[in-house]
T-cell receptor, first 113, second 114 residues
Framework: EAQVTQNPRYLITVTGKKLTVTCSQNMNHEYMSWYRQDPGLGLRQIYY???????DKGDVPEGYKVSRKEKRNFPLILESPSPNQTSLYFC????????????FGEGSRLTVL | GNSVTQMEGPVTLSEEAFLTINCTYTATGYPSLFWYVQYPGEGLQLLLKATKADDKGSNKGFEATYRKETTSFHLEKGSVQVSDSAVYFC?????????????FGSGTQLTVLP
């Protein structure tokens, strides 16, 4: 089954404690992206990757890092989380030739105390 | 820059009512337009798309027509069901290989009552 898998789905942590949200896709997609969803703001792009070892900033990259060492994985790293990073995070992927047709993970709800 | 504006929600309808969710866009170039749906507790799913002017996208009884003259892509359904309750997002992208992919609207919450 084609899918994008995120872990953890739910996490409560404290300010400053480094965490990683993993994302894996099994569709051999070149493009992967991270979004955060906040009430009234819709989805905002954090980082995206066009392919292995190619990443770039989205609209709200501050406080986040990513890496793309393998085609299937695109982890989101919060080196020193702060309360304003409390949000619902989505990973998405697509084939390079089908821009805009994203497959989304189920989301990771992060709370930073 | 590119932007998408959706009608404010939430929208509450009775079952079998007609649905319209307005979406207008601003874009440099010729965008492709999309509607995504997010059911409670799930990620977004592509609902329909249109890639050029006057195209009509359709799926699951939903339709939207790409209107270049009014820069709009309104979502319609003739008879909504309780199972259509979800958040709907309008989005656009420019070009077949756009590096930034999608620009999303803020979403419209739809609740359908039995």
């Amino acid at each position: 089954e084609a899918q994008v898998t995120q872990n953890p789905r739910y996490l409560i942590t404290v300010t400053g404690k480094k965490l990683t949200v993993t994302c894996s896709q099994n569709m051999n997609h070149e493009y992967m992206s991270w979004y955060r969803q906040d009430p009234g703001l819709g989805l905002r792009q954090i980082y995206y990757s066009m392919n292995v070892e190619v990443t770039d900033k989205g609209d709200v990259p501050e406080g986040y890092k990513v890496s793309r060492k393998e085609k299937r994985n695109f982890p989101l790293i919060l080196e020193s989380p702060s309360p304003n990073q409390t949000s619902l995070y989505f990973c998405a992927s697509s084939s390079q030739g089908r821009a805009g047709e994203l497959f989304f993970g189920e989301g990771s709800r992060l709370t930073v105390l | 820059g590119n932007s998408v504006t959706q009608m404010e929600g939430p929208v509450t309808l009775s079952e079998e009512a007609f649905l319209t969710i307005n979406c207008t866009y601003t874009a440099t170039g010729y965008p492709s337009l999309f509607w995504y749906v997010q059911y409670p507790g799930e990620g977004l799913q592509l609902l329909l798309k249109a890639t050029k002017a006057d195209d009509k996208g359709s799926n699951k009884g939903f339709e939207a027509t790409y209107r270049k003259e009014t820069t709009s892509f309104h979502l319609e359904k003739g008879s909504v069901q309780v199972s259509d309750s979800a958040v709907y997002f309008c989005a656009l992208t420019i070009g077949s290989g756009s590096a930034r992919q999608l620009t999303f609207g803020s979403g419209t919450q739809l609740t359908v009552l039995p």
